[in-house]
T-cell receptor
Framework: RKEVEQDPGPFNVPEGATVAFNCTYS??????FFWYRQDCRKEPKLLMSVYSSGNEDGRFTAQLNRASQYISLLIRDSKLSDSATYLCVVNTFPASGGSYIPTFGRGTSLIVHP | DTAVSQTPKYLVTQMGNDKSIKCEQN?????MYWYKQDSKKFLKIMFS???????INETVPNRFSPKSPDKAHLNLHINSLELGDSAVYFC????????????FGPGTRLTVL
């Protein structure tokens, strides 16, 4: 099983739709979680951190389910400008010590059409 | 006032050559990273330095050698380039070695012919 798995998509949705992505992780010791957005031929940029209690930022809502080891991202009222690849990131502190190791999922592609 | 910058942006070279990519951050962060993003868009961490000290060294061939002259700079030198090294290399930084937000540079697109 891969450490961090995402459905690559693409998710093809009309403007105004609500779309949700999931990301599963294999290491139950993982400590922190993020969603990044990457536009074509650009660098990844932080979209939002994911907190245990869930958190919202405008049209975006992130959830963490530690028991089932997944995080989710919900986008409401999709805009054309939301078209991008959404990467989930899981930070894990190794049992052998050292430093948090960030692991990226392969990303989920979202295409919002008029 | 670019936060994380990389040079060059594009690099086209022949197999067997040696090349370097430079990264600088002006955010005052302690931790810097190198990632490789292959043709399938999979972003994988290669190295991380915290205040000039190597703290993450994933399974990367010895041909890749990072160097951090100070905490604002992290360079990547690659010896004997191979076709499989073709990828986009991203530099990133974060406040410290904890589970922080990372800020990425624009990437260096390396093509090995």
């Amino acid at each position: 099983r891969k450490e961090v798995e995402q459905d690559p998509g693409p998710f093809n949705v009309p403007e105004g739709a609500t779309v949700a992505f999931n990301c599963t992780y294999s290491n139950s010791a993982s400590q922190s979680f993020f969603w990044y957005r990457q536009d074509c031929r650009k660098e990844p940029k932080l979209l939002m951190s994911v907190y245990s209690s869930g958190n919202e930022d405008g049209r975006f809502t992130a959830q963490l389910n530690r028991a089932s080891q997944y995080i989710s991202l919900l986008i409401r009222d999709s805009k054309l400008s939301d078209s991008a690849t959404y990467l989930c990131v899981v930070n894990t502190f190794p049992a052998s010590g050292g430093s948090y190791i960030p692991t990226f999922g392969r990303g989920t592609s979202l295409i919002v059409h008029p | 006032d670019t936060a994380v910058s990389q040079t060059p942006k594009y690099l086209v070279t022949q197999m067997g050559n040696d090349k370097s990519i430079k990264c600088e951050q002006n955010l005052g962060h302690d931790t810097m990273y190198w990632y490789k993003q292959d043709s399938k868009k999979f972003l994988k961490i290669m190295f991380s330095y915290n205040n000039k000290e190597l703290i993450i060294n994933e399974t990367v061939p010895n041909r890749f050698s990072p160097k951090s002259p100070d905490k604002a700079h992290l360079n990547l030198h690659i010896n004997s380039l191979e076709l499989g090294d073709s990828a986009v290399y991203f530099c990133a930084s974060s406040v410290d070695r904890g589970a922080d937000t990372q800020y990425f540079g624009p990437g260096t697109r390396l093509t090995v012919l």
